[in-house]
């Protein structure tokens, strides 16, 4: 906190529709009176010593702040590119990716009572990156468990699960074929559990758990999933259709020398402006996502009355249904729904 009585943040606006995002989130915190003073800096990466890295001055504003709100980077396709988002994970050791996703009251979706949590390893798994040619034709991507990372995960799920009173963590796995390591990663949950005798544990095979989410996603609301790095990509992302699209879904990377909040969602170039920062957007993006981000952001930091008073406002815009973004069946564009969430703010 600084002298000024504000907490500095930093703030990386991300490519794509991450700009256009990023400043709904800036209004509506002016809005409402947040004592939060973003640092914004740029994540575009930079040629050093022939290879493409994040700029030090972002680094380092992570570095010293311990609290980053993050747009969308679009990941290079292509060779001798790394993905900037596995360059923060790793730089910050971003251990645990927490995914909640809750059904907005009000706003109709074929299902009404989602309320999961899902926990992703974010270091290791499928994601390690380490990928070889055998011989011609014949490739090896190495998924690399180690048990340090899987208990520290796994106890981060228990706390978490104790923190938000929910009463049971499932470790989501396919340990009958991955023996080796989806079975280390259960073993360390399995120990993990022993330190938290009040919350109930036990194990799910991911495709069991897909069919009964789609099936009823109700009996996961009491719950708090955790699992390797790929399931929990690609579960949270089946997770989020249940409750409306990638608009809505929020997530926080939680490390050990930093947090950064984001979307689950990605830079969206099909309904961006050009990228250019003198271009505006084409207010067709949803910000929900990323404010929602900064939510659990707020919690993280403590200030859950800003929280608590940003979410009612922008949830109870979504359910009116009046000025809703595309993507949500409405008409209404960005700057439009912002304006909405702030009239909320300003008689709240
Ligand atoms: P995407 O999430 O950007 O888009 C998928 C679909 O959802 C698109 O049709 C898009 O228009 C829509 N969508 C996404 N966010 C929306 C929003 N806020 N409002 C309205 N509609 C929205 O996924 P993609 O197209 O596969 O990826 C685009 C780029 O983003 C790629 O370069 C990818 O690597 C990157 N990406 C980054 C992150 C991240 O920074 N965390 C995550 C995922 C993808």
């Known amino acids: 906190k600084g002298a000024n009585g504000k907490y500095t943040v930093t703030l990386i606006p991300g490519d794509g529709i991450g700009p ?19 640092e914004e800096v740029s994540v575009a990466p930079i040629l050093k010593g022939g290879k493409t890295v994040i700029p030090d001055a972002a680094i380092n504003s992570v570095r010293k702040n311990t609290v980053a709100l993050k747009g969308p980077l679009a990941t290079p396709i292509g060779k001798g590119h790394v993905s900037l988002n596995l360059t923060l994970r790793r730089t910050f050791n971003l251990f645990a990716n927490v995914r909640p996703c809750v059904s907005i009251k009000g706003f109709k979706t074929p299902y009404e009572d989602v309320n999961t949590v899902l926990i992703r390893e974010n270091t290791e798994g499928e994601y390690s990156g380490i990928e070889h040619e055998v011989v011609d034709g014949v490739v090896q991507s190495i998924k690399l468990i180690t048990w340090d990372a899987s208990e520290r995960v796994a106890r981060y799920a228990f706390h978490y699960a104790q923190a938000s009173g929910r009463k049971r963590v499932t470790a989501v796995h396919k340990a009958n074929i991955m023996k ?141 249904g009046k000025t809703i973004t595309g993507d949500l069946g409405g008409k209404a564009s960005t700057k439009e729904y912002t304006a909405a969430i702030i009239e909320k703010l300003r008689r709240a």
């Open 20 to 38: 256009e995002i990023s400043e709904s989130v800036k209004d509506i915190y002016s809005a409402a009176n947040v004592p939060i003073e973003w």
């Open 180 to 320: 080796m390591s989806d079975g280390m990663f259960l073993s360390a949950c399995r120990q993990v559990a022993k330190d938290f005798p009040e919350i109930s544990y036990d194990e799910d095979l991911l495709d069991r758990a897909c069919l009964q989410i789609v099936q009823n996603p109700k009996p996961y609301a009491d719950r708090v999933m955790v699992m390797p790095n790929l399931y929990g990509d690609i579960l949270s992302d089946m997770c989020a259709g249940l409750i409306g699209g990638l608009g809505l879904t929020p997530s926080g990377n939680i490390g050990r020398d930093a947090s950064i909040f984001e979307a689950v969602h990605g830079s969206a170039p099909d309904i961006a402006g050009k990228s250019s920062p003198f271009i505006a957007g084409k207010g067709l993006a949803n910000p929900t996502a990323l404010l929602l981000s900064s939510i659990m952001m707020l919690r993280h930091m403590n200030l859950n009355e800003y929280a608590t008073k940003i979410e009612n406002a922008a949830l109870s815009t979504i359910a009116e």
